[in-house]
C-alpha cells in the first residue's frame, strides 16, 4: 500500500517562496508520475505541474507567469518537490500529491498554503 505524505506548507507573505515536499511509501515511486495539484476554497482541485518518472516536467498554463514554479523529484528518497516563488494570495490552497502507474493513482492528505500579509 502507498502512502503519501506531504509537507512544507504554512502561511507566507505575498512574494515569499515556499517548498513543499512528498514522501512516497513502497517500492513503485521511481516508475510513478508524479503530480501537484491545489484546491481553494470553493473550487475544484486543479493540476499545477507533474513530472514523468524520466524527469520531464509539464506545468499548466493557468500557473505559468504568476509565479515561478519547479517540480522536482529525488527517486533515491522516494520524494517529489514543489517550489514555488513570488507567492500571491490566490496560490492560497490545499496542495496535493498524486502518484500515478499504470491504472493505480494515489492521493496523499494535503498540505495547507496560506498567502497573506
Known amino acids: 500500500q502507498v502512502q503519501l505524505v506531504e509537507s512544507g506548507g504554512g502561511l507566507v507573505q505575498p512574494g515569499g517562496s515556499l517548498r513543499l515536499s512528498c514522501a512516497a511509501s513502497?517500492?513503485?515511486?521511481?516508475?510513478?508520475?508524479m503530480s501537484w495539484y491545489r484546491q481553494a476554497p470553493g473550487k475544484q482541485r486543479e493540476l499545477v505541474a507533474s513530472?514523468?518518472?524520466?524527469?520531464?516536467?509539464?506545468?499548466v498554463d493557468s500557473v505559468k507567469g504568476r509565479f515561478t514554479i519547479s517540480i522536482s523529484r529525488d527517486n533515491a528518497k522516494n520524494t517529489v518537490y514543489l517550489q514555488m516563488n513570488s507567492l500571491k494570495p490566490d496560490d492560497t490552497a490545499v496542495y496535493y500529491c498524486?502518484?500515478?502507474?499504470?491504472?493505480?493513482?494515489?492521493w496523499g492528505q494535503g498540505t495547507q498554503v496560506t498567502v497573506s500579509s
Open positions: 513502497g517500492s513503485i515511486f521511481s516508475y510513478s508520475i
Open positions: 513530472i514523468s518518472n524520466g524527469g520531464r516536467t509539464t506545468y
Open positions: 498524486r502518484q500515478d502507474l499504470d491504472i493505480r493513482t494515489y
